[in-house]
């Protein structure tokens, strides 16, 4: 590519592609803090203004029950003002009729003691209350729950936390294949959703409801959601907006992202819009951000209070040339591709990796 009449050659190595992104970001979360020679202020004094939230799932996939408030010290001290969790139920209702709280017990007392607010996601099913016989009665499964069942464990559930948590996502992308099993069906989601917000209301009227995140970029599965009578079961749009192979500026905000719902919600009825995931889902992009924010500091949102680590002024103004030299390293002034380079580098720039 040309950038003001210099060629630059696509750095090949990828080693120094993932050197310069990264020496980029923890360069750049240095950079913000010498605008402001205001005192810092407290990490747990930002989580209540703060809009932003984790999927921290400390009530699923923390190996150390009993020791919960250790990741939860990390996660408050971010700064961060939201918690999404899981509240699955074959954790708390592994057989019918016997409940074990404990896990989320703990789970949301470490949270309320930080001020952080949970986002409860309730869901998916367990074995024993589906009708697939493929599924294991005490584990968890994608399979369309029976509707009772399924009520009552809502209804235990909202009654437990409700004075805590005021805010239930149902499910979690219904319209993707690996969480909903068989084809993803709007419909009989549409039966589930109508069902979780009934029994929410009913226990806690002023409790907010979120449908289960789903992809803005087709809205077929949403338009199947309003057409089977569900716009009215839940009062926040959830979304997940990942953006691969576009950046977040394109696949959020621009019309292909987010404002791609924006007629339905003229035509449905409008309502506040969530993003409970989301992100750009480039492999190098994500390892290179994570690795910043931990060692990155003394950035507003970094990890640099949970380490006790400050790095020094000097390695913003350092890394910054490093990117440099290392671009110079990797070809600037190297000769344009061949006919064809153009078309080989876009298609390569478009094979992103999706998640989860």
């Known amino acids: 590519m040309a950038w003001k009449g210099i060629a ?9 592609r993932r050197a310069a992104l990264l020496v980029l970001v923890c360069s750049l979360l240095n950079v913000l803090p010498w605008r402001s020679h205001a005192a810092p202020r407290s990490a747990y004094d930002l989580a209540a203004e703060s809009p932003w939230g984790l999927n921290t799932h400390l009530a699923t996939r923390y190996p150390a029950p009993g020791h919960l408030d250790k990741p939860a010290a990390r996660v408050a ?11 699955a139920w074959p954790r708390i209702e592994p057989r019918s009729g016997t409940w074990d709280w404990r896990l989320t017990d703990e789970m949301i007392a470490v949270h309320t003691a ?11 099913s367990v074995g024993w209350a589906t009708a697939d016989t493929t599924d294991a009665p005490s584990e968890q499964s994608f399979s369309m729950p029976n509707i009772r069942a399924w009520e009552r464990y809502i209804r235990a559930t909202v009654m437990r936390y409700g004075d805590r948590v005021d805010h239930w996502e149902i499910w979690n992308e219904p319209d993707n294949a690996p969480f909903w099993k068989g084809k993803p069906d709007p419909k009989a989601y549409a039966i589930l959703l109508q069902s979780a917000y009934r029994t929410i209301k009913a226990v806690d009227p002023d409790a907010v ?34 953006t691969d192979p576009v950046g977040p500026e394109d696949g959020q905000i621009a019309p292909s992202g987010i404002g791609g719902v924006r007629g339905l919600l003229n035509r449905y009825g409008t309502k506040p819009i969530w993003v409970t995931e989301g992100g750009a889902e480039f492999p190098v992009t994500n390892i290179a951000a994570a ?23 000097w390695i913003a103004p350092v ?14 002034g190297a000769p344009e591709p061949e006919q064809g380079g153009d078309q080989d580098e876009a298609r390569e720039g478009t094979a992103g990796n999706g998640d989860a």
Do not use: C, K
Request: proline share 5%; glycine share 14%; hydrophobic share 50%.
């Open 77 to 87: 001290q971010l700064g961060i003002g939201w918690a999404r969790e899981d509240f």
């Open 209 to 242: 409801v979120l449908n289960g995140g789903v992809s803005p970029f087709d809205t077929r599965y949403l338009t199947g959601l309003a057409e089977a009578g569900a716009w009215d079961a839940f009062d926040v749009l959830a979304l997940h907006p990942y």
């Open 8 to 16: 630059v050659r696509r750095i090949q190595h990828p080693i120094l």
């Open 319 to 332: 890394g910054l040339v490093l990117v440099v030299l290392t671009l110079i390293y990797a070809g600037v």
């Open 291 to 313: 690795t910043a924010l931990m060692v990155g500091g003394p950035g507003r949102w970094s990890l640099d209070r949970a380490f006790g680590v400050r790095l020094p002024a």
């Open 114 to 124: 930080h001020d952080v607010h949970v986002l409860g996601r309730l869901g998916y």
